[in-house]
């Protein structure tokens, strides 16, 4: 999504030999894989057996962040049960500084747009999701939730603009308490974006992927995820349809996800201020455009929150 990554011939020979050997057969072919937060290479590998399998890597010399990720994702496939649309891991190999995660592959694919068929994919993987309470071992959402104090530090600096010497104040009050608000026990991934997400076509179902970020929190909170991202990413339709989908969707959900929702663009915003990080140089722009995106919607959902008080 922000740069290039890396090919899987990029890895040392000695971590895609070890990869193979956790496999238990061959690797005839593969095809580089783009898309994602990671410069770390990403690929779809044909083995001897037939089979097809995803795997992802990444070097902490490159970026510890991602090379934490991938280890962490590791640990929450195994404890996510098979009902929960989730690939499968079905290796973990680390080599020196660098590590790798083979997984099952997901049938279908990551529209660059949302569609209402991908919509539709999704919410009822994201229901099914936290219809399990989270495993043990996983951590209280409040843990893997970031800045979402962003708006009350807009606000302590001072707005940027007209739109945030209107709404910044109000949008710091629609945050407050939301460590008490999103707790819970669901199963949630916490990370829902498009391309977080494989949507099968054929069957109309939705796998949910990069799972580094599962806690337990509001059964709520992926649908609410998912409202942000379809305005934030787009509709095929064009940008009235993603707001329109975006807002019955939330209508849907209890008043907290809509305080979600706005918390999540302050982080957004916040975080679109920070000096941008050298391996992934165009990460602040991209979220600077899902601040400009979603300012339609989070006026709607703070104008509503007035309307009701």
Not at 87 to 113: D, M, N, Q
Not at 130 to 141: I, K, M, T
Request: proline letters at 5%; hydrophobic letters at 50%; charged letters at 20%.
């Amino acid at each position: 999504m922000f740069t290039p990554r890396a090919a899987w011939t990029d890895a040392p020979e000695q971590l895609r030999a070890a990869v193979a050997d956790a496999l238990g057969c061959a690797i005839t072919g593969h095809t580089d894989l783009q898309g994602g937060m990671s410069p770390g290479p990403a690929a779809a590998l044909r083995l001897t057996d037939g089979r097809t399998v995803f795997v992802k890597a990444m070097s902490a010399e490159v970026r510890a962040h991602n090379h934490l990720l991938v280890g962490r994702e590791s640990v929450v496939l195994d404890l996510l049960p098979e009902s929960v649309p989730a690939p499968r891991r079905l290796a973990t190999v680390e080599s020196g500084a660098w590590i790798a995660l083979v997984t099952t592959w997901a049938a279908g694919a990551a529209g660059e747009l949302w569609s209402d068929a991908s919509i539709d994919a999704v919410v009822a993987a994201c229901r099914t999701t936290s219809g399990h309470r989270a495993p043990e071992g996983l951590r209280p959402v409040v843990e893997r939730i970031y800045d979402f104090d962003g708006w009350e530090r807009v606000v302590a600096a001072g707005p940027a603009d007209e739109w945030e010497a209107a709404y910044a104040r109000r949008a710091a009050d629609l945050a407050v308490g939301w460590a008490r608000w999103t707790a819970g026990d669901a199963l949630v991934h916490r990370d829902i974006r498009a391309d977080n997400t494989a949507v099968d076509t054929a069957t109309g179902s939705a796998t949910l992927l990069d799972w580094a970020y599962a806690a337990a929190g509001a059964p709520w909170l992926d649908l609410a995820q998912l409202a942000a991202d379809i305005v934030a990413t787009g509709h095929m339709l064009g940008g009235q349809v993603a707001a329109d989908r975006a807002y019955r969707l939330i209508q849907t959900l209890p008043p907290e996800a809509a305080r979600y929702v706005v918390a999540l663009t302050g982080m957004w915003r916040i975080r679109a201020a920070t000096p941008q990080h050298s391996v992934l140089p165009t990460i602040s722009a991209w979220r600077r455009e899902r601040v400009r995106a979603l300012r339609p919607l989070v006026t709607r959902l703070i104008t509503d929150r007035v309307g009701a008080a």
